[in-house]
């Protein structure tokens, strides 16, 4: 059974920074990706940023250009996301996610349907 645990979360300012991690342990099995998405109360779930494990190859959502990062160690199955200049707006819980199941191109790398293990969610506040 894959697990996910993520750490990092807390509160911050407006125009402070975070890191989250994420590693994924347990069984046999093959990365293909990881992503982290988020979910504001109220609001769909959403990919922020996503990595190709082969090729390093990575997707951001419009909003988060320029000020994350997600980055990753394939010999710990390790991926972490860098949060800079952050903004009240992306409070919210921030999830980590999994893809054994196929190497996903670019319109597929952010779909919630590409991943198919999930962590419990760190949340992030961000609020003067």
């Known amino acids: 059974q894959v697990q996910l645990v993520e750490s990092g979360g807390g509160f911050v300012r407006p125009g402070d920074s975070l890191r989250l991690a994420c590693t994924a342990s347990g069984g046999t099995f093959t990365t293909y990706s990881m992503a982290w998405f988020r979910q504001a109360p109220g609001k769909e779930r959403e990919c922020v940023a996503a990595?190709?494990?082969?090729?390093?190859?990575?997707f951001y959502t419009e909003s988060t250009k320029g000020r994350f990062t997600i980055s990753r160690d394939r010999a710990k199955n390790t991926v972490w996301l860098d949060l800079n200049s952050l903004k009240p707006e992306e409070t919210a819980v921030y999830f980590c996610a999994l893809n054994t199941r196929w190497r996903p191109i670019q319109s597929t790398i952010k779909s919630r349907q590409t991943y198919d293990s999930w962590g419990q969610g760190t949340q992030v506040t961000v609020s003067s």
């Open positions: 990595i190709r494990w082969s090729d390093n190859n990575k």
